[in-house]
């Protein structure tokens, strides 16, 4: 299972906080489930599907990382990229043209945003 090397360009918590409202989500509920998070190591910075952490940590509640997760990070990597909030190797990142969605943040208090990881896992 690779990693996903980033270079920070923003603050961590803008980042944080920017992942927080990108993932999967049931909008008849309005819940957001996010796909990634910083994983930090070594003062390295790391994209992780959420997936991946529970791997790191020898969780095997999730020990089946798929293409699509993966492509998903990717995604989401670009997106991230792409509004100047880290820069990433765009060669480490293919295929990113999964369709992510991304909460705005002015509706962030109108949805429920359900992590699958304990947060104290990402830092």
């Not at 008849?28 to 952490?53: A, D, G, R, T």
């Not at 670009?78 to 909460?103: A, R, S, T």
Request: glycine fraction near 2%; charged fraction near 30%.
């Amino acid at each position: 299972m690779e990693l996903l090397k980033i270079k920070l360009l923003t603050d961590e918590k803008v980042l944080k906080e920017s992942l927080s409202r990108i993932g999967i989500v049931n909008k008849k509920e309005k819940i957001l489930y996010p796909s990634c998070y910083l994983f930090v190591e070594n003062e390295e910075y790391f994209l992780v599907h959420f997936k991946q952490l529970f791997m790191l940590k020898r969780d095997n509640g999730y020990n089946n990382v798929s293409d699509q997760d993966i492509q998903r990070r990717n995604a989401i990597a670009y997106c991230l990229k792409q509004w100047g909030l880290i820069d990433v190797d765009e060669n480490d990142i293919q295929p990113h043209n999964l369709f992510v969605y991304v909460l705005p943040f002015k509706e962030k208090n109108n949805w429920t945003i359900s992590h699958k990881v304990n947060l104290f896992m990402t830092k």
